[in-house]
């Protein structure tokens, strides 16, 4: 027996209910939609920016394309901040005017939200079905944007399924989202994230041509790092740069956050249990803070123009070499302040952080 959903085959994951089946390994996404419409009528979709593509977004989008034409699948590698969103939306609107099924997902609720304002700001002619938890009531539609958990309500569904970030918590090494991603498409992928190693098609540069920050390790006990944060946050504060510090655990937020107020400094701290995270990150934007000291969940999916980064703890075993790509991925990201610090404080120089150096170095070559 195999879970149609999951793609689970261990016999022990099984029970039955009278003459109907389940699977324990995969029940607690939920039950499974049946009633999904698989075809609409072809459509009159359209998109408008603001701003022109580069030259080299242009190539990747037009190349997306026509491997999706030609009914292939797509893996993408696009360095942070190099726009990857929008070179997706030439294959959506073919796929939408097509009568195509099209589904764009993510793996954390906080990206699909973002990606969910911005597609309906952007694009004409179609209005997306938003999904997430705690955001269900309608679940069907000719174009979803979704977390990966909420595939398990679309089987053999998408003609297209995009994920981005497919590197990420939660979908990255887990099994039961990966399987029911798979059994969610009936035609064709494309996948992207900034740190894969292996892809079809690669964009080493930002949309505004200039480096990726380089990380600067520096070498330093745990109890001397607080002065060395305190010193640059310092230099931040009197520059007006707000500052992110990344720390490795939930627990180690409240006693950055409390040494940093007795020395004077507006700050607050978030992880995955702060409610409304972007209120927070407004506050920053606003120098209403002078920094955010974070756990990993702000590693991605948010800019802040002029943000400085500091990681404290660098060598705890969570920050391997893609987490501490996309950290560093904070810094530069908005004209005119595309350069800016990326500061990795450890009591020793791990393999991970001598990788994302050397990475971040070859990519900018």
Not at 223 to 230: A, H, L, N, T
Not at 297 to 320: F, S
């Amino acid at each position: 027996m195999i879970c149609p959903r999951c793609l689970n085959e261990d016999p022990q994951y099984f029970y039955q209910i009278q003459d109907r089946y389940y699977c324990r390994k995969c029940i607690h996404y939920g039950h499974q939609e049946t009633s999904i419409q698989l075809t609409y009528p072809n459509q009159n979709v359209d998109y408008h920016l603001q701003y022109e593509l580069t030259k080299e977004q242009k190539r990747i989008a037009f190349q997306i394309l026509k491997r999706y034409q030609k009914k292939k699948d797509t893996v993408v590698k696009s360095v942070t901040g190099s726009g990857k969103t929008e070179m997706i939306y030439p294959v959506i609107k073919y796929a939408l005017n097509q009568g195509h099924k099209v589904c764009f997902t993510t793996p954390r609720k906080a990206l699909t939200q973002e990606l969910a304002m911005r597609i309906e700001k952007q694009f004409t002619g179609i209005k997306p079905v938003i999904v997430y938890g705690g955001h269900s009531k309608q679940v069907d539609g000719q174009f979803i944007i979704c977390t990966t958990h909420q595939l398990f309500r679309y089987r053999h569904c998408f003609d297209l399924l995009i994920l981005d970030e497919f590197d990420a918590f939660p979908y990255a090494g887990n099994n039961e989202l990966q399987a029911m991603l798979k059994t969610s498409i009936k035609g064709h992928y494309v996948m992207m994230s900034a740190t894969n190693q292996e892809s079809d098609l690669l964009l080493k540069r930002r949309y505004h041509g200039h480096d990726l920050p380089v990380p600067k390790s520096i070498v330093v006990p745990d109890i001397f790092s607080y002065f060395m944060m305190m010193k640059l946050l310092k230099r931040y504060r009197a520059s007006k740069k707000p500052a992110l510090i990344f720390v490795p655990t939930i627990k180690d937020i409240k006693p950055v956050v409390k040494f940093l107020k007795v020395v004077g400094f507006k700050v607050y701290g978030v992880s995955s249990q702060t409610e409304n995270i972007k209120h927070h990150l407004e506050l920053l934007k606003e120098n209403l803070y002078d920094a955010l000291i974070t756990t990993t969940i702000l590693e991605r999916g948010m800019t802040v123009k002029n943000i400085q980064v500091i990681v404290m703890k660098g060598a705890h075993p969570i920050y391997d070499c893609p987490t501490l790509v996309q950290i560093a991925g904070r810094v530069g990201r908005v004209v005119p302040f595309n350069e800016g610090e990326v500061i990795i404080l450890s009591y020793f120089k791990t393999k991970e952080i001598r990788q994302c150096i050397k990475e971040i170095k070859a990519l900018n070559a």
